[in-house]
């Protein structure tokens, strides 16, 4: 008995010590010249979709081509690594995505099999990470003397929201060259950056993570989300579950018609009722469950993009 | 007995010397505490420095050009400064809790002191040399402007690890 006891209490001890050692998931960030930038530097290239042409950036030639570009993203991810947070390098991103692209095209079992990828797979392999540097920098020039416009944005992959800023303009010099401009820029406005978004993470351990969620249905369900349960129609209920489940039922529905739901401005807990971190997967699986269980006995899909990001399909898996 | 009058009479110069220069201490130690300095950009300084320019009071100029080290490192962590709005930037403060130098006081109370750790982070100042137009009397006191280089990601490292500060990646 005595045993069993001394058992029991070393497990408990176990699982609240592993609960002290709970850590949200850490958000990644990387670096990525921004639009402006690339068309401004001639780094964009041109396609046609549909009669109308379309200019995206060239990042790849914009890394090999500009060595300001590396000087700049290299400085701001020595000096964010300093702060203890490493960033994500978008060379080495697209480089990586590269060769797994490579890598599956070649891979097959022994029976021939390739690797299993949909159209869906095909469009989520892009360099991405959860909070987006968007950098931008433009020469003044007033006859000979030369100044620096820098921006650095922080920008929410998901929500889209500007959660850090610093922007602003070098003191004009006859003598300095960009490369110096520039250090110096990233230098005075690194600072005010990391301050913003240390009060954008400030504001998430207190209010809980923001996330997007996002209710669709496949054409091939024959139900709805105004079709009724209990006298209530679906999208009251997927309501209704959100204000039970998000931090002080913080959430918006941005978007409401038959075929589908927008919900902005989800505010999740870090951490499930186990003490586990969890993201916008964690917390839309709760809602996925919810949704299967009887009296709804939904069938759906759960699909997700980073932290902040999930899409619940209903009909079929 | 002519000898002993003159050693007392040299031991009651130099302590109420000492009183009075300790007294000036405690005043702009006061004066720090009241947030009673300025602080502004002076530059771009060296990767994990600042670089700023602090103007602090005392009736004796030696006591104000001491006390600009210990303004420098007060203000950049509770003040935040100013800058021009070209290359100098102003700086937030780096503890954005205002009340935490009082909720702290068991830790600032010691960095703060004459000699104190706060002198880590003083890299560099024009001590040595003050500007004419650096030093100004306003009225019984002197206003006295100095150029001070903090070593702020050293600062900000120890602040983080004695919990006074959260750092980018805590709770991560």
């Keep these: ?317 | 007995m002519k000898k002993q009058i003159i050693t007392i009479l040299v031991v009651l110069v130099a302590s109420v010397a000492t009183f009075a220069q300790s007294g000036k201490q405690k005043k702009a130690d006061a004066a720090t505490e009241a947030w009673r300095y300025e602080i502004e950009c002076a530059g771009v300084g060296a990767d994990g420095t600042y670089l700023v320019k602090v103007w602090s009071y005392s009736k004796k100029p030696s006591i104000a050009i001491t006390q600009a080290k210990k303004n420098a490192v007060h203000g950049i962590i509770f003040k935040g400064f100013s800058g021009d709005g070209r290359s100098c930037a102003s700086q937030k403060a780096m503890a954005n809790n205002p009340n935490i130098e009082a909720e702290k006081g068991d830790f600032f109370g010691p960095f703060f002191e004459e000699g104190g750790k706060y002198m880590k982070y003083v890299t560099e100042s024009t001590d040595g040399f003050v500007d004419a137009g650096d030093r100004l009397k306003v009225g019984k006191e002197y206003k006295i402007g100095i150029i001070v280089a903090v070593s702020k990601d050293a600062l900000r490292k120890d602040l983080e690890a004695a919990g006074i500060i959260r750092g980018l990646s805590s709770g991560f």
């Design chain 1, 1 to 317: 008995m005595r045993k069993v006891t001394t058992k029991i209490f070393a497990i408990l001890a176990l699982f609240m010590v592993s609960l002290s050692y709970a850590q949200a998931k850490k958000p990644t960030i990387m670096v990525v010249p921004s639009d402006l930038w690339c068309n401004q530097n001639g780094f964009m290239t041109t396609y046609d979709n549909q009669g109308t042409t379309v200019k995206i950036p060239d990042y790849k030639r914009a890394f090999q081509e500009n060595p300001e570009l590396i000087q700049v993203i290299s400085k701001i991810n020595g000096l964010m690594a300093e702060r203890g947070f490493p960033l994500k390098n978008m060379e080495s991103a697209i480089k990586t995505l590269e060769s797994e692209s490579a890598e599956n095209a070649m891979l097959s079992s022994k029976s021939g099999a390739g690797v299993a990828e949909s159209p869906i797979d095909k469009l989520k392999k892009v360099a991405k990470a959860d909070i987006i540097m968007q950098l931008t920098w433009t020469l003044n020039s007033t006859g000979p003397k030369k100044s620096v416009n820098f921006t650095l944005q922080g920008i929410d992959s998901y929500t889209d929201k500007q959660i850090a800023t610093a922007t602003g303009t070098g003191s004009p010099s006859f003598s300095v060259v960009l490369p110096v401009l520039l250090e110096e820029s990233v230098l005075a406005h690194i600072d005010n950056f990391n301050a913003s978004l240390q009060k954008h993470f400030d504001d998430m351990f207190e209010n809980g993570r923001e996330i997007i969620i996002r209710v669709k249905k496949f054409d091939s369900w024959s139900g709805d989300l105004e079709q009724e349960y209990g006298g209530k129609e679906l999208s009251s209920v997927l309501e209704e579950w959100m204000t039970a489940n998000t931090v002080k039922g913080r959430f918006s529905t941005s978007d409401a018609t038959e075929n589908m739901m927008l919900f902005e401005q989800v505010r999740i807990p870090l951490y499930d009722a186990t003490g586990k971190a969890i993201d916008a997967r964690g917390f839309a699986k709760s809602l996925q469950d919810f949704l299967k269980k009887a009296p709804y006995l939904i069938p759906n899909k759960l699909m997700m993009k980073g932290l902040g990001q999930a899409v619940i399909v209903l009909g079929e898996k």
